[in-house]
């Protein structure tokens, strides 16, 4: 029951405004899975969660860890925030502008993440009113063996957009690889997954 009422929020939400929603629907248990495995599920390792909406990823990144992350999240939408911190009060919700992110982290006592999980759409990563683009925030507050992960649709990474944003990612780290296509999710999804972040 639950997934069908998120799926009737994501709806809503994107009908409201569909630039900052990444989809019509939440993502799938087999897309959250592939989106997490790249994390390290050592002591305690510091993840940031970007866009987690209804809370897919969220879900996936506390199973992972095994409850041990520290585990920020930052959401712009109020209403999606305040169900995240409903169904998850062992991680700490956030409502501001990913762009924040390195003042954010520092109010928190954080000095570098050890993984960021991006639930974004691609529009998010463009360069914002100061000229960096999200790629480059994330670079800054990425310890230098961590990873980042995102997620695209298989449908429309090959258009001009979806490119660019790729190049972009490539540009900002190291080594980028990206993932098999997850059919079970809908649409049908690629994560990227990033190492080695170039520093601003």
Do not use: C, K
């Not at 996936?60 to 169900?83: C, F, K, P, S």
């Not at 991680?91 to 974004?120: F, K, Q, W």
């Amino acid at each position: 029951m639950t997934a069908w009422v998120d799926t009737g929020r994501f709806v809503r939400e994107f009908v409201r405004d569909p630039l900052h929603t990444a989809s019509v629907a939440p993502s799938s248990p087999a897309l959250a899975a592939a989106m997490v495995r790249p994390l390290p599920a050592g002591a305690a390792p510091v993840v940031v969660e970007l866009g987690p909406g209804t809370g897919a990823f969220t879900r996936a990144i506390q199973e992972h860890t095994g409850g041990r992350a520290r585990h920020v999240a930052v959401e712009l939408n109020a209403r999606w925030a305040d169900l995240l911190a409903e169904r998850h009060p062992e991680v700490d919700v956030v409502r501001a502008d990913a762009r924040e992110l390195p003042r954010l982290l520092a109010d928190h006592g954080i000095p570098a993440a050890d993984a960021v999980v991006s639930g974004l759409p691609w529009v998010a990563y463009s360069p914002g009113p100061d000229g960096r683009g999200l790629h480059t925030v994330i670079t800054q507050v990425l310890a230098p063996d961590g990873v980042f992960t995102q997620f695209g649709y298989t449908w429309t990474r090959w258009a001009p957009p979806a490119r660019r944003q790729l190049a972009d990612l490539r540009a900002h780290f190291a080594e980028v690889t990206t993932s098999r296509t997850v059919w079970r999710n809908l649409p049908p999804a690629i994560v990227h997954e990033a190492r080695g972040p170039h520093r601003p």
